[in-house]
């Protein structure tokens, strides 16, 4: 691909697929200039400023300076979708910036404004995430209520208006899940919700084989549980080869082996995924739950200089907000005595 670039200079999906390759390397910095490249070739695509925006995320340029890429990849949009447009990036860059309650305004906003809409995407997205922020600020009764009234809905609407089966299985998984971590549903209930979803996941992994063993990470949260599972996940070889290419399975792989009691061989995946270019923007609690994952292994495999860099980046960011993610109550004491040197 990057042979491809050179030779075609001006052909912007060679230099998009370039610029993806650097982003899944974890080459942030090149993916920013391949990005600006992009931009200068064709300054009306809307994808090109995106994907700056992601890039400069990524590096923890500012909320100011993302927020200005955004608006470029927002005013190319069509005017009917703007305003939707406008609410998904602005929530994402409150939570990059760590800003809870502005990013919980925002979904509580879509999640109203999405009460008919037809596709299940379109009405589960929204409600999924103001749950994952309510969880993170702590808000038992919003993430109680948002996900069981998601639920029942779900559940209510023929399964031919769902995108398919696998994603209303996955939905109602995420949804289950949330309602068992804050005691509003039984292991028995969550261990049913987990089957159907499996299953259909793996009726439907022609695209990932690893779906079904994915969906089943989650659930895996004490020891016993975690050995069990990676014990039965096939071709570990082949995991350690493909995660290296997919954030997901980096992220699951890495913290069902933190939850094994297996660290130091957690360490490699979770900072592959800490590294991926694409996460810090794109998902970011869950960029948060890796940078966490990856303190965790970390301090408990002995590399307490790793782990009190990464913290000490995490709480140089989150130092002076007002709402701190409950996550953070996961972090190894051990990290947070200062480390010989800080990289800022």
Known sequence: MAKCAAVAPFATSCVKEYGLSLATAGRCEAWEQNARRRTALDPTNGGAWLDLARALAAQGVPASAVGESLEKKIALEPAATQAYTREWLTAKLALHDGDLKKARAIMEARVK???????????????????DICEQIGDVACVTKVAKEARSHVAGRSTNSMTNRGNRHMVDLTLARALWK???????????????AVESMSENSTLDPYAGWKARVDGATTREAAQKLWQAWPNHVDVAENATRDVELAMNVGTLLLNAGEPKAAVPY?????????????????????QVHLAKAQ??????EEARRGVQKLMQRWRNKPIQPTIF????????????????
């Open 299 to 304: 301090a408990a495999s002995g590399e307490l």
């Open 182 to 196: 804050v005691g509003k549903l039984s292991a028995a209930d969550l261990a049913d919700v987990e089957r159907r």
């Open 113 to 131: 404004a999405s009460e008919k809409d037809e596709d299940l995407e379109d009405y589960s997205a929204p409600r999924m995430m103001l749950v």
């Open 270 to 290: 979770l900072r592959v995924a800490a590294q991926h270019c694409f996460i810090a923007f794109q998902s970011p609690l869950a960029a948060l739950r890796i």
């Open 329 to 344: 109550k996961e972090l190894p004491k051990a990290a947070f005595v200062p480390p010989k040197s800080i990289e800022i």
